[in-house]
C-alpha cells in the first residue's frame, strides 16, 4: 500500500471516527461502507480496500456471528462488479444512485455512490426486494386492469360518483360515441347520458344505496350529434382515494336496426300469407270463410279447399305445422304446395 493509500485510508477512518460521525453511521437504516480505491504503477485503478462498514451493512452481507465479516461484506460488494462505478465517481467526483439484483441472493438492493476526498468513496445500501415485489403486482394488477378495461367488447366508463366527473374510458365508448379518450375524460356524466340531470341524479343516488343498477335501456350522445341506444348496467367500486361508479354500455342500435329488418319481413310475409288463404265462399247452401289470426305476425295454421268441376264434392285441407315464426311459416307454405296438387289435380304427393 502506498503512501497515498494510507493516507486515504486514514482520512477515511478519521471521518468514521468523529464522534458524531460514528453516532449517525453506526445507527443508520441503509448499509454504509466507506471504499478506497487502489491504483497501480501506472495510475490505473486495480482494485478497492474497505476502510470501514456499518453493523446495517454487516446484516445485508449476511455475516455470521463469529468470523471475519470483512470477507462477507467483500464477497457480497464483490457480486455487484463495482470497480468500475467506483472509478468513474472518484474520477467525476458524481454521485449516483442505481437499482441493482444480485442473483446468488435473489434479491434487489437500491445504491447510492458518492466521492469524498482522494480516491474515497461512500456506498449506502438498502434492501428495496420487498419494494419490488409490490411494485411488480402493483404492475400486474394494473396490466389487468388495462385488459379488463380496454380490450372489453362492451363500453366502459368510470365516473367519480360525488364529482361526476369520468374518470376513464375505454376504445369501445370511444368507437360508438366518435369521441376521443381526452375529450370523454373532459366531461361528465350528463354531457355523456341524454335526459334530464335529476333522472340521472336518481340513478347515482340509487346506485349509492344498492351498490348496482340493474339493466336498463338508456341513450347515449354521440359527438356528431345523435345519440345512440344502448343497454346500461352499473356497480360501485370504492378503493381507498374514492369512490367510483363502474357503468358498462351494451349498444343495442345494431339489434334494434336488424330487429326492425325481421319485423318487415315478417310484415310482408304475414301479407302474403294471407293473401294465400281462399276467398270465403258462399251459395244458397252453403258458407265457408277463414279467420287469420297468427300468435304473432305469420301462422303455422293454413287451409284450402276446392270443388270438383260439377261442383258435387268439396275437397279440402286443414294443416297445423307446430311451432311458431317465420320458419313455420314456410314450411306450412310447402306443405301447401304439396296438397295443392292432391286436390287441384288429383294427383299423388311426390
Not at 400486474?140 to 374518470?167: C, G, H, P, T, W
Amino acid at each position: 500500500m502506498d503512501r497515498a493509500e494510507k493516507q486515504n485510508r486514514t482520512n477515511s477512518r478519521k471521518l468514521i471516527s468523529d464522534a458524531r460521525v460514528r453516532k449517525i453511521f453506526t445507527y443508520m437504516m441503509q448499509g454504509c461502507v466507506f471504499c478506497e480505491l487502489m491504483l497501480d504503477s501506472d495510475g490505473k485503478t486495480e482494485g478497492y480496500s474497505i476502510a470501514g462498514y456499518n453493523d446495517a451493512m454487516s446484516a445485508l452481507a449476511g455475516t455470521p456471528d463469529f468470523g471475519d465479516s470483512e470477507a462477507f461484506v467483500r464477497l457480497f460488494l464483490d457480486q455487484m462488479e463495482l470497480l468500475p462505478i467506483l472509478s468513474g465517481v472518484c474520477r467525476d467526483r458524481d454521485y449516483l444512485v442505481w437499482e441493482q439484483f444480485i442473483s446468488t441472493r435473489q434479491k434487489w438492493y437500491s445504491v447510492s455512490a458518492f466521492s469524498l476526498e482522494g480516491r474515497s468513496v461512500v456506498l449506502m445500501i438498502e434492501n428495496i426486494s420487498e419494494r419490488k415485489r409490490l411494485e411488480k403486482k402493483l404492475e400486474e394488477e394494473r396490466n389487468r386492469y388495462e385488459a379488463l378495461m380496454k380490450q372489453s367488447s362492451d363500453a366502459i366508463a368510470l365516473v367519480d360518483i360525488f364529482s361526476k366527473r369520468i374518470i376513464d374510458v375505454n376504445s369501445r365508448l370511444c368507437q360508438i360515441t366518435g369521441y376521443r379518450e381526452e375529450e370523454l375524460c373532459q366531461m361528465n356524466i350528463y354531457h355523456l347520458l341524454t335526459g334530464p340531470n335529476h333522472e340521472i341524479d336518481e340513478c347515482q343516488s340509487t346506485l349509492a344505496k344498492k351498490r348496482c343498477l340493474p339493466a336498463e335501456t338508456r341513450w347515449i350522445h354521440c359527438k356528431n350529434g345523435t345519440a345512440i341506444e344502448v343497454e346500461r348496467v352499473g356497480s360501485l367500486i370504492k378503493h381507498e382515494s374514492g369512490t367510483l361508479e363502474l357503468l358498462t354500455f351494451y349498444d343495442v342500435s345494431e339489434e334494434r336496426r336488424l330487429q326492425q329488418i325481421i319485423n318487415e319481413d315478417a310484415a310482408l310475409a304475414s301479407q302474403l300469407q294471407r293473401q294465400m288463404l281462399p276467398r270465403d265462399f258462399r251459395n244458397p247452401t252453403l258458407a265457408i270463410s277463414g279467420i287469420f289470426k297468427p300468435l304473432h305476425m305469420v301462422s303455422g295454421d293454413f287451409f284450402d279447399y276446392r270443388f270438383s268441376s260439377d261442383h258435387n264434392t268439396l275437397t279440402g285441407f286443414l294443416v297445423d305445422v307446430a311451432g311458431h315464426g317465420l320458419a313455420t311459416a314456410l314450411q306450412t307454405a310447402a306443405v301447401n304446395v304439396l296438397l295443392q296438387d292432391v286436390i287441384l289435380h288429383e294427383k299423388v304427393p311426390s
